[in-house]
T-cell receptor
Framework: ETGVTQSPTHLIKTRGQQVTLRCSSQSGHNTVSWYQQALGQGPQFIFQYYREEENGRGNFPPRFSGLQFPNYSSELNVNALELDDSALYLC????????????FGSGTQLSVL | QKEVEQNSGPLSVPEGAIASLNCTYS??????FFWYRQYSGKSPELIMS????GDKEDGRFTAQLNKASQYVSLLIRDSQPSDSATYLC?????????????FGTGTLLAVQP
């Protein structure tokens, strides 16, 4: 167990809806990253938050947004859901400067119908 | 050319044998390299990190890095059926956001009892 918790574990939405996924980082970690993992693919970097600000973003549209709170927990919001957004969403926490070692939560499986 | 390439497998080895997993990457300036293990339906788990050329051993696992050839590998000695999983190679790109990793698509390892 990494100490990174995500909720919910599973979610079913319909196209066009909005979704919020939540993540609590491991104690002592101040950076949260979000990744999307489609079936049969490796995780893809969505964005990272450090000190409550976005600190790097991958090739994802603006309808993917996030927040980090003072206790380092984080949210991922996705608006106007599309069928291709169906994937496992992974939150990873780390300590800034610790050679990029990421510790993943168990993920949220999102299905968009 | 993909940024991080792995053979998708499956790589099938008998119990007790050495499993050899390979990964190549395109960004010559990459500094940090990781191997994650992912069981079916679970999140990735960090098993090895390597930052300099050569070998790094941890129990039954050995990571090998050759920056000149842009090649990183993972050897698993005395393979066990419990090692059956997808192994993800991840690379930290030059100039990217701290803690951003680029993942390969993973190699499925099947250890036959």
């Amino acid at each position: 167990e990494t100490g990174v918790t995500q909720s919910p574990t599973h979610l079913i939405k319909t196209r066009g809806q909005q979704v919020t996924l939540r993540c609590s980082s491991q104690s002592g970690h101040n950076t949260v990253s979000w990744y999307q993992q489609a079936l049969g693919q490796g995780p893809q970097f969505i964005f990272q938050y450090y000190r409550e600000e976005e600190n790097g973003r991958g090739n994802f549209p603006p309808r993917f947004s996030g927040l980090q709170f003072p206790n380092y927990s984080s949210e991922l919001n996705v608006n106007a859901l599309e069928l291709d957004d169906s994937a496992l969403y992974l939150c990873a926490s780390s300590f800034q400067g610790a050679n990029e070692k990421l510790f993943f939560g168990s993920g949220t499986q999102l299905s968009v119908l | 050319q993909k940024e991080v390439e792995q053979n998708s497998g499956p790589l099938s080895v008998p119990e007790g044998a050495i499993a050899s997993l390979n990964c190549t990457y395109s960004d010559r300036g990459s500094q940090s390299f990781f191997w994650y293990r992912q069981y079916s339906g679970k999140s990735p788990e960090l098993i090895m990190s390597i930052y300099s050329n050569g070998d790094k051993e941890d129990g039954r696992f050995t990571a090998q890095l050759n920056k000149a050839s842009q090649y990183v590998s993972l050897l698993i000695r005395d393979s066990q059926p419990s090692d059956s999983a997808t192994y993800l190679c991840a690379v930290s790109p030059r100039g990217g956001a701290t803690n951003k990793l680029i993942f390969g698509t993973g190699t499925l390892l099947a250890v036959q009892p």
